[in-house]
């Protein structure tokens, strides 16, 4: 699993706490929506106890709802899940969609490791539901 070999690196061992407290990972989220459902039953309940998780705490947002005004994206969240990874509120990469826990897991360590290393590009990091 990709997951695992991501952890077993330990690419977040070697990053300067600042980097990691700055970041959260944003969930734009709807009612009804069933990829978001599967998101939540996969790895909802594990994410906060992942190195991941300790690293972007998640943060859940409303995709009806105005964006809180200490975000900054670089564009509209149209899909539902979206996971924006932010550092100090402003968007860094996107995962549009829910690939599946393999593919999330690591996707999600790839963004955490170009956040870490602040090497970004358009279009990192995103996938789109079909």
């Known amino acids: ?16 706490a600042s980097v990691q407290a700055a970041l959260e990972l944003v969930m734009v989220e709807e009612a009804g929506c069933v990829w978001c ?32 005004e200490d975000l900054e994206l670089a564009r509209p969240a149209v899909f539902t899940p979206t996971f924006v990874l932010v550092q ?12 599946g826990e393999d593919f999330f897991w690591g996707l999600l360590g790839r963004m955490l490791e170009q956040a870490e290393g602040g090497t970004y590009s ?3 990091a995103e996938v789109t539901q079909p």
């Open 1 to 16: 699993m990709l997951r695992a070999l991501i952890l077993s690196l330990g690419l977040w061992a070697s990053a300067p």
């Open 88 to 99: 100090d509120g402003v968007e860094l990469s996107r995962i549009e969609g829910y690939p």
């Open 37 to 68: 459902a599967r998101w939540n039953a996969d790895i909802g309940p594990i994410y906060p106890k992942t190195e991941e998780g300790e690293a972007a705490p998640l943060r859940r947002i409303d995709l009806r709802e105005d964006l809180p």
């Open 122 to 124: 358009e279009g990192d």
